[in-house]
């Protein structure tokens, strides 16, 4: 049985955000992570737990892009790139705790891909950035 919120309650005033997310079988949520936004909806939300071995994962629903840098003019690409990669790392460090990698090197100019190389605990990764664009 329903109940149906008294107008003017909490519960009627209340949001609610619905955003799927696809996770593997045998994962274990242990919590939610979100960066909240004076515009309502979260900035970036993520589900962070563990797999059935034991080791941690963390599932991004959603980022809101935000225009952080106002520029005079363009940025160039190997810059832009850098950039996209250190936002990606603050995010990562917001939502766990944890830097996402110890260092990076840009790739030297037409030596790509990939654009980007990170060190993880002692690999050197490479890393292609993709910019998605929607054009109406």
Not at 9 to 35: C, D, K, W, Y
Not at 86 to 110: F, M, N, W
Request: proline residues 10%; negative net charge; contains cysteine.
């Amino acid at each position: 049985m329903s109940q149906e919120a008294e107008p003017g309650s909490l519960a009627e005033q209340g949001h609610m955000f619905l955003l799927p997310i696809r996770l593997h079988e045998n994962r274990t949520i242990e919590g939610v992570n979100f960066v909240p936004s004076p515009w309502g909806a979260p900035l970036a939300m993520a589900l962070r737990g563990k797999g059935e071995d034991g080791q941690p994962w963390l599932a991004i629903a959603n980022e809101t892009p935000v225009s952080w840098l106002r520029v005079g003019a363009p940025i160039p690409k190997a810059e832009l790139e850098i950039l996209h990669l250190q936002r990606l790392a603050t995010d990562h460090k917001c939502s766990t705790g944890g830097e996402l990698y110890e260092a990076i090197d840009p790739v030297a100019p037409g030596e790509d891909p990939p654009d980007v190389y990170a060190h993880v605990a002692g690999s050197k990764i490479g890393w292609e950035l993709t910019a998605f664009s929607n054009s109406s």
